[in-house]
């Protein structure tokens, strides 16, 4: 999933939200409502500006375990969050908060079925 997330992020037009929303959607069979919520999602424009792809991440997972996620996230950021403080730290490049929201969630999603 994460490498999908990444080439449509990168070749598709789409932006950080979308392109977890949408490889989670290409995996899943989910519907494709999701991905089209996303669209209001990228360019540090998530609830509390939070990076796109790490909002995408946490929806799709739950919010227990989207908390996890956030953790996670923060402790590689040096707990940056939002989009301007990652992208004005230059904590991570876009595409690297993608790969790393992919990472992440491909995790606490294989955790959760082996449970």
Do not use: D
Not at 35 to 63: D, R, V
Not at 74 to 83: F, K, N, P, R, Y
């Amino acid at each position: 999933m994460t490498a999908t997330a990444v080439f449509l992020y990168k070749n598709k037009g789409v932006n950080c939200a979308q392109a977890i929303a949408k490889a989670w959607q290409i995996i899943s069979g989910s519907k494709k409502e999701l991905t089209e919520q996303m669209s209001t999602c990228g360019h540090g424009n998530a609830p509390q500006e939070l990076c796109g792809a790490l909002y995408a991440a946490q929806i799709i997972s739950g919010k227990e375990n989207g908390a996890k996620i956030a953790s996670r996230f923060a402790e590689v950021t040096g707990g940056a969050l939002t989009c301007r403080e990652i992208r004005s730290g230059k904590k991570l490049s876009c595409p690297e908060c993608v790969r790393l929201a992919g990472v992440l969630l491909e995790e606490v999603l294989e955790m959760a079925t082996v449970a």
